[in-house]
């Protein structure tokens, strides 16, 4: 796509793609590459501005990540952010070294001087740091901009040959003016205008589909999610009845799940798709008997959808190709080049290593949650699918800690749906980003009926966020969940206790599992 862009080089910290997530929030298209990036492709990539991440190295170290300084002669500008900035300091001749105080969370700066990166912020502001190292000297040529009491350069920049640096995140929430410093660097610094829409990506997605699949056979994975939903809608748009939506129902679905899927879907659904589901949860569940390893739990569903696919594709005669809903942050939480693997998501890290497909294509791969949401509602497709709970590949599976049995997918079914339930009749349901009952290993010793019970406690969680790479633990009202839990103890069978998740994501993940 011919679009203006900013080139992110990634350094290995786990959170970068949400520098990425926040300039195209600015409207300004921004992709992510390894470090290695020659300085050949990222000529080609053409960007109007780079950004450095962050990364957990210290840059003077030996087998340090460290990048051509011939990138600084591009005339191109940079903006280092953390491990960034330190190493734009490294290499041009500044000093760095291990911090006597390391800073780690909010933290007050001082900005110093006119610099267009501070345009329009508070001469002191709140900013996220998180680092061991400083950097005690700056190169020549740059001032500083702004320090903190135990960060004598907390900002630099050498105006003549556009290179900024921020020893903090101005990619995160607690950054309090992170998206003003961003938009300044984004705008007022490279000259972007801002053509980055979600109408145009899908016109030119469904031209590329278009072109890609010609009079190919499809066949999309649809779980009736979010994410696959506007996949397949997508797909519809671009190439009509060469694709056939196959919805597995591997039995982890929430209460009455499949129901709603086909009838919003199949053949009574305004969609009019071909589409078939297929009862696959036996196949699963003998597949899942004895496994507790949460990793392993996630690999053995992704192999078992694909294989599901692949029996239904040779039913369906020739396919040659699989559609999958596949996000940004399922990508970066697999292990994006040098970052930690999370979890691996079905649909991307849980993949076999041979398919039976011609190629495994994902439209939305490069958009993040809220993107896929606007994309959705450029298609035409109703808020409320748009805006649905969403619900990972893995169901149920990776919300039951340890073994899935089929007693244990009753009872969290069950709790979830009531605990959803008595949300919406609270009226606060919209106000949550995701929610939902999860059933820990725990057994513990109750009272019921004058008699002691020893049973399982159900987990809830409740979390906000817009980009699902943070979140942070919902205030639910206490009179709603004393409801919530009373019928869920008094309700479900083999549940005696309840309890409430206060953990925000990071350190927690937003799913148990």
Known sequence: MKHEKILVLDFGGQYNQLIARRVRELNVYCEVHPYTMSLEKIKEFDPKGIIF??????????????????????????????????????????????????????????????????DDCHRQTTVWMSH??????????????????????????????????????PEVMHTVEGKMMLKNFVYLICGCRGDWQMANFVKQSIKDLKEKIGDGKVLCALSGGVDSSVAAVLLSNAIGKQ???????????????????????????????????????????????????????????????????????????????????????????????????????HNVGGLPSVVDFKEIIEPLRLLFKDEVRKVGLELGIPSNLVYRQPFPGPGLGIRIIGEVTKEKIKIVQEADYIYREE??????????????????????????????????????RAVNTSDFMTADWARIPYDVMDIISRRIVNEVKGVNRVLYDFTSKPPATIEFE
């Open 132 to 169: 061991t190292d400083y950097i005690k000297e700056q190169p020549k040529n740059f001032v500083v901009t702004a320090y903190s009491d135990d960060c004598p350069i907390a900002a630099m920049e050498d105006e003549k040959h556009k290179l900024y640096a921020v020893q903090f995140h």
């Open 53 to 118: 991440t962050g990364g957990p190295n210290s840059c003077y170290l030996p087998n340090s990540p460290v990048i051509d300084k011939e990138i600084f002669e591009l005339d191109i500008p940079i903006l280092g952010i953390c491990y960034g900035s330190q190493l734009m300091a490294h290499l041009l001749g500044g000093k760095v070294l291990k911090a006597d105080v390391s800073e780690y969370g909010k933290t007050e700066i001082n900005i110093v001087g006119d610099s267009k990166l501070f």
């Open 243 to 345: 694709l056939t939506c196959v919805f597995v129902d591997h039995g982890l679905l929430r209460k009455n799940e499949a129901k709603e899927v086909e009838e919003v879907f199949g053949p009574k659904g305004s969609y009019k798709l071909n589409f078939i589901k297929v009862d696959a949860s036996e196949r699963f569940y003998q597949k899942l008997k004895g496994v507790t390893e949460p990793e392993r739990k996630r690999k053995i569903i992704g192999e078992e959808f694909i294989r599901v696919f692949e029996d239904e594709a040779k039913n369906i005669g020739h396919v040659d190709y699989l559609v999958q809903g596949t996000i940004y942050p399922d990508v970066i939480e697999s292990g994006l080049r040098k970052s930690a693997v999370i979890k691996s998501h």
């Open 423 to 460: 949300l919406t009749k609270a009226g606060i349901d919209k106000e949550l980003g995701q929610y939902f009952a999860a059933l820990t290993n725990m057994q513990s010793v109750g009272v019921m009926g004058d008699e002691r019970t020893y049973e399982y406690a159900i987990a809830l």
